[in-house]
């Protein structure tokens, strides 16, 4: 996390079981998940001469320390002679992309929802791969258990039944939404 906030219980949660599903679906390809904890820059440094990689790439977020961090690293990396790339990955369109016709931000919701619908295009996504190639040597990572990110007072018991934080939820999820994008809205906005 960037700067004094720090995500609630019930995004630890969620991070949790999405980092448990992950490093499953990594370690059946052939390729365990790594995790690092420390300044973003200095491990994804280290990561990089431990690997020999010559790309590195992330999926973009928007908060501001997130976008000064993210620029930084970018830079740097970039200046060690890496390719470093940021994609979208967290947002059917990127803030600076949904305007109205004058080129402003929206003030209204429906408008912009139905600016977001009319320009809603999705690609075919790529399979994922059967088989990652394992790195040379292991590397250091840090157990998702010991990221402390479940509650100790277990107040989460019913989380599982209406959210399912994997790989298979989302694909639902995403399922869900395009075929039919906020069905109810008309009815409960």
Known sequence: AEGAWQPGGA???WLHHALNDL???????????????????????????ETGAGLVTWN???????????????????????????F????????????????NPFQVFTPFWKNCL?????????????????????LKSVPVAKLGLLPKIKWDG?????WDPTRR????RLKDFVAAPVKDYPTNR
């Open 88 to 103: 979208n990955g967290n947002l059917l369109h990127e803030p600076h992309r949904v305007k109205t016709l004058a080129g």
């Open 23 to 49: 490093a499953a679906q990594l370690d059946k390809a052939g390729s365990p998940l790594v995790i690092r904890q420390g300044d973003s820059l200095a491990e994804l440094q280290r990561l990089v001469q």
């Open 118 to 138: 009319a320009n809603l295009k999705f690609g075919i996504p790529l399979k994922a791969p059967k088989k990652l190639p394992p790195s040379e040597q292991p």
């Open 158 to 162: 019913e989380f599982p039944v209406s």
């Open 169 to 172: 939820g989302a694909e639902k």
């Open 11 to 13: 995004s630890n949660w």
């Open 60 to 86: 973009r977020r928007h908060e501001p320390l997130i976008v000064e961090r993210d620029t930084r690293v970018k830079t740097s990396l970039r200046n060690a002679g890496l390719k470093a790339e940021s």
